[in-house]
């Protein structure tokens, strides 16, 4: 049956969710690419036969011309299927530059392949040189925030960081409150929660009622990960 396996790595799209990226199927990639291979040598040999029989290619209704279409109207679609698959991808890839940054976690880089390696970091390039020309960071802040600041508690030892003008020590649950342009960073790579929370209890002080409903939140989001509440 033609265009089957090219069906399938639409099939392979359409099971997954928009944002979520599979390992490039380089197996069936290159056995729709062998089929349209294929196709183009009998379109060109049907073709061929056409003219040696003396006939018109443009007004000849024969067997020949039929098997010529079908092999014809098979190339469009398997590169059409192609195609899809391989834009669905980009999609995805380029959106990882804004929610994770310019470094990928390793479990994202193995699923692609070496032309979407290249071209996730000429997309970044890309986007670091406008940047750089307008002198704004727009993977910052995608939804304007209502506080400049944020409240974060770090999930590993990460070490002594420069924030600002100032050195900041980040060990595993420390709390600190950091400028978002600052905190982005260690976000995007899950290194540290945050929330606009009101402050922590001090060590020692009695708990208050109130005190829990700040504290449980952030416990929530050290368990499962970053969100931005109201």
Sequence with gaps: MFCKSASQLLKELAYNDNDQLTPFNNDIFEQVFRECDEHHLHLQSLMRKIQDDGLDIQTTRNSDHFGAVIHHLSLIRNKRCLMAYMYNRAEIIRSLRWKIGTILPEEIQSKLNYSEEEYFKNHCAALEVYMSEIDLDLTVDMIPPKD??????????????????QVASLTNNSVHLMKRTDAEQFISQKQVVGALLAPLPLEGAKLQKSDLYSVMPLIYLCKFGFQQLP
Excluded at 148 to 165: A, E, F, H, M, N
């Design 148 to 165: 400049p600041s944020i409240q974060v508690r770090v999930r590993c030892d990460i070490g002594d960081v420069l924030l600002g003008d």
